[in-house]
């Protein structure tokens, strides 16, 4: 008896889910020393970057606030001040 016609098993390939990032660079200066420390019990977040020394208080925290939100933030109101700036 001979295996004609016998169906193979498809290799299933999966990809590899994208991450959210944990390093985050500085709008001013390019580097990626940006530190976020949050207080949740406080309600506020603290954005500094190390190279350049920019730092920025975020207020709007709270216990589902994760650090991308937050640098999200950072990034819009640091624009926001340069664009007032010009």
Do not use: H, W
């Not at 200066?29 to 208080?57: F, P, Q």
């Not at 606030?65 to 640091?78: A, C, K, L, Q, S």
Request: net charge positive; hydrophobic share 30%; charged share 35%.
């Amino acid at each position: 008896m001979s295996k004609l016609g016998r169906r193979r098993r498809q290799k299933v390939i999966r990809k590899p889910q994208k991450r959210i990032p944990d390093v985050y660079p500085c709008p001013e200066c390019g580097n990626t020393a940006i530190k976020i420390e949050l207080y949740r019990d406080n309600g506020m977040a603290v954005v500094k970057c190390g190279s350049c020394g920019l730092e920025m208080v975020i207020d709007e925290v709270n216990s589902l606030t994760e650090p991308v939100d937050v640098y999200g933030e950072f990034i819009d109101r640091f624009y926001e001040e340069r664009e007032v700036a010009t």
